[in-house]
């Protein structure tokens, strides 16, 4: 038996790399693979696993959220319930429903997505891929980023709505509905507009970088995990970067006008 | 292989078939090379391999229909009627096969997941075939040597050139 070298136990083909600013282009890119039915089915799935199955969960912190603020704002601070409940409605818009929404899915479908690519990645499944005439980044990336996005702005509309319905059933009971109603009339649609771009920009971010982190792995079983909890820490580090860009953005914005 | 040799063995014309001697890291290079040269050219490639071939987070009637889902517009009942009408041509009993179409591939047997990667190859026609020659042992030996032959005629019939590895 001849002596065996370790050199050849390393793969014999590198794989492409994929840098964050080509997983952010081919999101882009790939789009127009959506109307294949496979594609497709990618997206639908991805959006059960982040979106549907992450309602029990989230309807439990949604009305947890809404009994909190409602308690510490009302009761323990003593202001009119009308107040308290815009107060919670624009805190929930301006900041606490896309962070606790991003938060959330970081926790639970951000280390999915990265070691469920990380391990594909180290089982050569990418090449299996190609050989199909299938494009990895059509097939796995793009759907995924864009059904993490959908679920993440659904999931935040409906962290909102849920939060100060229960509010509101906390502080004033069966009254709450014609509450809520008046409330959302009183609510400038600039508001709603910050709440849609922050969520989108920061699913995006956050499904951007989960599959960035799963790609970006070397050819090595152990390098799974380590993907997975990589991805959790960059995506948490990434939305609240980008909500501290967002705070300065603004403030500059409203001093320069 | 080179850009060249790989263009004058696709314009050999159908039928044609091409016998490989590899082992080892030259087999998983030529692998790789054949299919950055069919990505280029718009060429499918099928690889019956000793070992993988399938995606690990599809269950097994997902990744035998994958290719074909992928590259038309045929809806899911019509890709399971012609996933049925291949089981009286190889002598595979639909009942038995649904027992284990709905797991995923780590919880397939080596058969199973070879017999999986098979059904792919047959249902979605590929210009290049790669066999490894070691793919057939998975199979009971009374019908391994059939499916070699059966598969033989399907894939002359279908695809360009058929690299076999004789190890």
């Known amino acids: 038996m001849g002596a065996m070298s370790f050199t050849s136990l390393k793969p014999p083909v590198s794989l492409p790399h994929y840098r964050w600013h080509t997983v952010l282009w081919a999101s882009w890119r790939d789009l127009p693979a959506l109307r294949r039915p496979a594609v497709w089915r990618v997206w639908q799935k991805q959006v059960y696993f982040s979106g549907i199955e992450s309602l029990p969960v989230i309807s439990l912190i949604a009305v947890g959220l809404g009994l909190i603020v409602v308690n510490q704002i009302h009761f323990a601070f003593g202001t009119a319930i009308e107040s308290t409940l815009e107060m919670t409605a624009r805190l929930l818009l301006s900041e606490l429903a896309p962070l606790l929404t991003c938060i959330f899915m970081i926790a639970r479908s951000s280390s999915a997505i990265a070691s469920e690519l990380a391990a594909m990645r180290v089982n050569h499944e990418f090449t299996v891929l190609e050989q199909m005439g299938i494009a990895p980044s059509a097939y796995l990336l793009m759907p995924r980023i864009w059904a993490f996005t959908f679920s993440g702005a659904a999931l935040a509309v409906y962290l909102l709505l849920l939060t100060l319905l229960a509010g509101a059933i906390y502080a004033v009971g069966f009254e709450a509905l014609n509450e809520l109603g008046v409330l959302l009339s009183r609510i400038p649609l600039s508001l709603f507009a910050v709440f849609m771009g922050k969520i989108l920009i920061f699913a995006y971010a956050v499904a951007v970088v989960s599959c960035h982190c799963g790609l970006s792995v070397h050819l090595d079983w152990t390098a799974i995990p380590v993907a997975a909890s990589r991805a959790v820490l960059r995506c948490l580090a990434t939305i609240f970067l980008f909500d501290g860009l967002w705070a300065m953005l603004s403030r500059l914005t409203e001093a320069t006008i | ?167």
């Not at chain 2, 996933?83 to 009993?93: K, T």
């Not at chain 2, 797991?103 to 059904?119: A, E, F, K, Y």
């Open chain 2, 1 to 167: 292989m080179s850009d060249a040799v790989f263009s004058s063995v696709m314009d050999r014309g159908a039928g044609r078939r091409v016998l490989l001697s590899l082992k080892g890291q030259s087999k998983t290079a030529l692998i790789q090379e054949l299919t950055d040269l069919c990505r280029q050219q718009q060429k499918t490639l099928w690889v019956l391999p000793e070992r993988g071939g399938v995606l690990s987070h599809l269950k097994a009637w997902e990744n035998i229909i994958l290719p074909l889902h992928y590259h038309t517009s045929l809806t899911l009942e019509a890709l399971n009627l012609r996933l049925s009408q291949l089981c009286p041509v190889w002598g595979w009993e639909a009942e038995s096969l649904a027992t284990w179409l709905g797991c995923l591939p780590v919880n397939l047997s080596h058969s199973q997941h070879h017999l999986c990667v098979l059904i792919r190859a047959l249902l979605c026609p590929a210009d290049v075939v790669v066999v490894e020659a070691s793919f057939w042992s998975a199979f009971p030996a009374e019908v391994s040597e059939r499916y070699q032959q059966q598969f033989l005629q399907h894939i002359q019939v279908q695809s360009s050139v058929w690299l076999e590895w004789v190890e």
